[in-house]
């Protein structure tokens, strides 16, 4: 890996000790420079989790990736950088079905610094903006939304505020147990192929902005604004996209320019048979 190009693709410049700051610093811009998307299903190819080919991808092809992909090689960033990194396992709440995935459904990263242990994750779409403290399990106020890790059993549950007195909403659940890359690749296929998955029913492409989201699924385009300093409140609008449309908004917005067709799908998902 060349650190320094990786860098300098999410916007990264200047001295890059391992410290909170530059964690932070990083994470942050990573969000706003890699896009979260899955449009490699929806032009008929297989995502593959080689590091060599990530890097490929989203330094080199400035794509961007889905959790697998994304916070695969950013945790690889975080170790060539100095970070002390322990991958984990978690286990999304999908939000058109509401159950959980199973085990290895999502990929992120633990970074230890310091005696402090922070979460870490650039491959979750509409999730937190910096890493969140694994000491506490008070909110944590960022500038898109307040977010909170409860512990439950041997679950800490990943939760962003709604609107209102303590209206939590859980995101994913995971466990401290220290995973490996190839403990992905089931879940991987699983969510190229899979009826039951967001990432097989639907074409996305989203990234974070200063004032909000920008995202396309399918055919339509999402802008969501914040209306509140705390992001709890949000406004969206929307509107639908022809296919030429689509590809200028991705070179325009996203700066991705795909070499296949991409055939936009936005389909029920279905529920799949056993809730974990």
């Known amino acids: 890996m060349d650190v320094q190009k990786y860098l300098a693709r999410v916007g990264c410049s200047g001295p890059c000790p391992p410290t909170l700051e530059t964690l932070r610093y990083v994470h942050l811009n990573h969000l706003m420079t890699v896009p979260f998307e899955n449009l490699t299903i929806h032009i008929g190819e297989q995502v593959r989790l080689e590091l060599p080919l990530l890097y490929e991808k989203i330094v080199v092809m400035r794509r961007g990736g889905f959790c697998f992909e994304i916070n695969g090689l950013f945790s690889w960033l975080l170790s060539q950088m100095g970070f002390d990194v322990t991958i984990l396992s978690g286990q999304v709440r999908n939000r058109f079905t509401g159950a959980y995935g199973p085990p290895f459904d999502h990929f992120i990263t633990m970074v230890k610094l310091d005696g402090h242990r922070w979460l870490c994750d650039v491959g979750f779409g509409s999730g937190f903006q910096l890493p969140l403290s694994l000491e506490k399990d008070s909110p944590q106020v960022q500038s898109h ?132």
């Open 145 to 276: 939304g307040t977010y909170r890790l409860r512990s439950q059993g041997n679950f800490i549950f990943m939760e962003v505020a709604g609107v209102g007195e303590d209206c939590w909403t859980e995101q994913y659940k995971f466990t401290l147990e220290p995973r490996e890359r190839d403990d992905f690749r089931a879940m991987c296929d699983y969510h190229q192929s899979s009826a039951s998955s967001i990432f097989f029913c639907k074409s996305l492409c989203s990234l974070l902005l200063p004032t909000g989201r920008i995202t396309i699924m399918g055919r339509t385009l999402i802008i969501t604004s914040l209306s509140s300093v705390d992001g709890q409140q949000d406004t969206k609008t929307t509107r639908d996209l022809s296919d030429e449309e689509i590809t200028e908004m991705l070179r325009e917005k996203f700066g991705i320019v795909l070499h296949s067709p991409l055939t936009p799908k936005d389909v029920e998902i279905v529920p799949p048979p056993v809730t974990y």
